[in-house]
């Protein structure tokens, strides 16, 4: 027992020059590890909350961009389709006016046509009837007399 204890004594001796520091370094390398992954997680944790707090600013913008954009879209179609309607009316009323001119002109083509075909039927009653009223020379040399009598400055 004695020999056993010396034993024990020597290899705790050996363990405590020899294997103490080693098993310590170990345990220190260790703690050492798991220190420097706790501050890199922590890291990675802020840099996520960072990238994060960005990718919601970034939507917060891009959604206000896009209300932007559909209001002026719809500005755009308001404004197009007022355009629109006002070139219609323009193009309407020119072509009412272009038909009422035309509508005017051949009214004015007309009643000179019906003018004149008035003109023409007198004239050709007036010489039916002077026809038949002056078959005969004397007939017609009484009512030429007549006529200048009539006319305040002819004298016959």
Do not use: C
């Amino acid at each position: 027992m004695f020999w056993m204890l010396i034993g024990f004594l020597i290899v705790l001796l050996i363990l405590a020059k020899v294997g103490w520091p080693m098993i310590m370094g170990a345990v220190n390398k260790r703690n050492q590890h798991i220190s420097d992954s706790l501050v890199a997680a922590q890291q990675a944790n802020d840099a996520l909350a960072g990238i994060e707090a960005a990718k919601e600013k970034a939507m917060a913008e891009s959604q206000a961009e896009q209300i932007r954009i559909m209001k002026e879209n719809q500005e755009l179609k308001t404004q197009l389709i007022e355009e629109a309607r006002a070139q219609a009316r323009a193009e309407a009323e020119k072509i009412v006016n272009e038909a009422r001119a035309k509508i005017e002109k051949e009214q004015a083509e007309a009643m000179a046509q019906v003018k004149n075909e008035a003109v023409t039927l007198s004239i050709d009653i007036a010489e039916k009837i002077l026809q038949r009223e002056l078959h005969d020379k004397n007939a017609q040399n009484d009512y030429i007399q007549s006529l200048l009598k009539n006319q305040p400055h002819i004298e016959a």
